[in-house]
């Protein structure tokens, strides 16, 4: 069964940092691209980053230059890593993959609330 956990989020004053990890089981991590949503309060969930089994990433252009998203096959586990944060970063943010079982169906974790605010 596939899940995905993830944790490190927070309260930050603006201009600080987190890194949220996103740690999965129950598929085989390395061969899937992960990515991380986020959705603010009355907005839509947005796709903030994305990296595939080569470890190329895609950035948000909102978070591209601050954001920075890695994964370690090793153990499983995903990271965004949030540096220079902004009030309007303020949501709960999401890991996600699609994965493959008699066909394609995305998982999501719980979320992790990041809240940037002095």
């Known amino acids: 069964q596939v899940q995905l956990v993830e944790s490190g989020g927070g309260l930050v004053q603006p201009g600080g940092s987190l890194t949220l990890s996103c740690a999965a089981s129950?598929?085989?991590?390395?061969?899937?691209?992960l990515n991380w949503y986020r959705q603010a309060p009355g907005k839509q969930r947005e796709l903030v980053a994305s990296i595939a089994t080569d470890g190329a990433a895609n950035i948000a252009d909102s978070v591209k230059g601050r954001f920075t998203i890695s994964r370690d096959n090793a153990k499983n586990t995903g990271y965004l890593q949030m540096n220079s944060l902004r009030p309007e970063d303020t949501a709960v943010y999401f890991c996600?993959?699609?994965?493959?079982?008699?066909?394609?169906?995305?998982?999501w974790g719980r979320g992790t609330q990041v809240t940037v605010s002095s």
């Open positions: 129950g598929y085989a991590f390395s061969t899937y691209p």
């Open positions: 996600h993959v699609d994965y493959y079982q008699s066909g394609w169906r995305e998982y």
